[in-house]
């Protein structure tokens, strides 16, 4: 075991010494997920690294944590009130997949410092008012239903806004994969509310 670990240093070695500068090994540069992962001089590493998050990336976690947290509220009403079992179903699939999120979201902000809150609630795309969520929380059986489809519809769209937006502005890999799967899995669910709306 211990013959092989010398060849595989002394063939890094002579890459080395064929691809860069005297006395300085080659850098695996960090790429995006499914990158390439370039080897670069040292000299070129500089410009390669990836820039820390900006205030585009630490806004729309503080704001996708809300954002997400009402929708669980809304969700919770579910179990009790709706009368569509499909209805249940959703509610039930949009509380597991945004809970996790939730979690990653503030281990993000963890690693990078950046915790704190959104204060304007009002002013996120697709919110729902107190009013809105105390009608919702008085429904029952099929009005419930389609006030919970309308809501909900109206706030994955804000979802899918304000992932749209820092995938244009902001900087970390880490927050546009979690802007991505925002889209795709949102996107998605619309798709299905409105199809069962029209069943309603």
Same mark, same amino acid.
């Not at 390439?36 to 998050?53: E, K, L, M, Y």
């Not at 996708?64 to 969700?75: D, F």
């Not at 669910?189 to 709306?197: F, P, S, V």
């Given at each position: 075991?211990? %013959?092989?670990?010398?060849?595989? +240093?002394?063939?890094f070695a002579l890459l080395a010494?064929?691809? %860069? ?10 790429? =995006?997920?499914?990158? %390439?992962?370039? =080897?670069?001089? &040292?000299s070129d590493v500089t410009g @390669?690294?990836? &820039? ?22 809304? =969700? ?6 709706? /009368? ?8 039930? @699939?949009?509380?597991? %997949? ?7 979201? *503030?281990?993000? /902000? ?21 009013? /809105? ?49 925002? +889209?795709?899995? /949102? ?6 509310? *409105? *199809? ?5």
């Amino acid at each position: 075991m211990r %013959s092989g670990v010398v060849v595989i +240093v002394a063939a890094f070695a002579l890459l080395a010494g064929c691809t %860069s500068e005297p006395g300085a090994a080659p850098v695996i540069a960090p790429d =995006t997920p499914g990158g %390439s992962a370039p =080897t670069v001089a &040292p000299s070129d590493v500089t410009g @390669r690294i990836p &820039p820390p998050p900006n205030d585009a990336d630490r806004e729309y976690v503080a704001m996708m944590i809300a954002h997400h947290e009402q929708a669980l509220a809304m =969700t919770r009403f579910a179990p009790d009130r709706a /009368q569509n079992e499909t209805v249940k179903g959703l509610a039930d @699939r949009i509380r597991f %997949s945004q809970e996790p999120e939730i979690g990653a979201m *503030k281990q993000w /902000q963890r690693t990078f410092n950046a915790i704190g809150t959104h204060g304007d609630h009002g002013s996120m795309p697709g919110m729902a008012t107190q009013d /809105q969520l105390n009608a919702l929380g008085a429904a029952r059986g099929k009005d419930f239903d389609r006030m919970f489809l309308e809501l909900m519809i109206k706030h994955h769209e804000g979802a899918i806004k304000m992932a749209t937006d820092v995938r244009g502005a902001g900087t970390n890999v880490q927050v546009e994969e979690m802007a991505d799967d925002v +889209v795709a899995t /949102q996107d998605d669910e619309i798709k299905r509310m *409105k *199809k069962l709306l029209t069943e309603l």
